[in-house]
């Protein structure tokens, strides 16, 4: 039989319902009780990938890390010089270190941790943990120890979600001399800084070695393994997998006080550190916070920068001012 215009149009109207017979439902059984899509994902991700390149002045968000857990959000910013003392030192050329890894905090002094550790000496010369022989001047009470672990600390645990550290020259332009050798890496550079060692050891594994010249040099820390997790201080314990940022001076112009007791860089270190942290309380083991996980995790935040050296030894005021031509020159996909 041969089936009219209006037939085959009621047939072709029949197969366009869906399994309640509703015409045009296309549902799954069951669909009604799927999760949401949470379109504030993607932009909780570039926000976060913004924070992590530009510490200093990007917009506080959570990290997109693994866990239920949450807190508050905090940014520190430290301004320290390093310096090595003797009798009779001059100005001239020296060699100084700096190693950063802020999920490394414990409560000792600073030349004998490897939470912050800064080391002074002739040019060519050894990096060594001599009590007072070495440190650093500025911020007195530095991040770490001033709320991270300070006496009383309202801190229970912490992690790390966002830092970068500049190296400010601040000599006559004229007279500025040496290198500055930069390195980040996802566990820490100097694991035993009871052994001496010199610049010319970090500049042998420094990709990012340059002249002092005029401008400032930025480096901008990317996680560890280790850094997603919230961990709790411990001042016997070293983690291998907390990130760390090293930044070594070869034959940098320094300037001596003028009874020649300590010699300092012509130029200051700026430590940018973002920190996620749960307070104390009478049940510091319990859960505080609970916040669903992203659906996002770090992977897709670095996998979008296709030049991540590039990105990371731009330092974070230059990703500052240049993300559109970062976005242009095919280094950032979003």
């Known amino acids: 039989m041969t089936k009219t215009k209006k037939d085959k ?16 439902t296309q549902r799954f059984k069951g669909a009604s009780m799927a999760r949401t899509p949470r379109n504030s994902d993607l932009h909780n991700l570039m926000l976060y990938r913004k924070l992590l390149f530009d510490p200093c002045n990007a917009e506080l968000v959570e990290p997109p890390y693994m866990g239920l857990e949450s807190g508050y959000i905090v940014r520190t910013r430290d301004i320290i010089s390093p310096y090595v003392t003797g009798t009779s030192l001059v100005s001239g050329n020296y060699d100084f270190f700096l190693q950063w890894s802020p999920g490394n905090l414990s ?8 939470g912050i550790f800064t080391g002074g000496c002739g040019v060519g010369g050894t990096f060594t943990n001599v009590a007072g022989a070495q440190g650093h001047t500025g911020s007195a009470a530095i991040a770490q120890q001033n709320f991270i672990n300070a006496s009383g600390t309202p801190v229970f645990s912490y992690r790390v979600v966002a830092c970068c550290v500049t190296f400010v020259p601040t000599g006559p332009t004229l007279s500025r001399q040496g290198l500055v050798s930069m390195v980040t890496t996802p566990s820490f550079v100097i694991a035993n800084i009871t052994t001496p060692f010199g610049a010319n050891t970090i ?8 002249n002092v010249g005029a401008e400032r ?11 997603q997790e919230f961990g709790i201080l411990d ?30 860089p012509n130029g200051r270190f700026e430590i940018t550190t973002i ?20 659906k996002y995790n770090l992977n897709d ?27 242009s020159a095919g280094l950032l996909e979003m």
């Open 9 to 24: 149009q009621k047939t072709k109207t029949d197969k366009s319902k869906g399994a309640s017979g509703t015409k045009g």
């Open 107 to 114: 409560g000792v002094s600073s030349t004998t941790n490897l």
């Open 203 to 210: 500049e042998s594994m420094c990709p990012h070695v340059v």
């Open 217 to 227: 040099h930025e480096i901008v820390w990317i996680p560890g393994s280790k850094d």
């Open 235 to 264: 001042a016997n314990v070293l983690e291998p997998g907390y990130a760390s940022i090293a930044v070594a001076l070869s034959g940098i112009d320094s300037s001596a006080n003028g009874i020649g007791t300590v010699v300092s």
């Open 275 to 294: 920190w996620q942290w749960m307070p104390r309380s009478q049940t510091n083991g319990l859960l505080q916070s609970m916040e669903p996980p992203s």
């Open 301 to 327: 935040v670095l996998s979008g920068v296709k030049d991540l050296g590039k990105a990371v030894y731009t330092g974070a005021r230059m990703y500052s001012q240049a993300t559109s031509r970062l976005r």
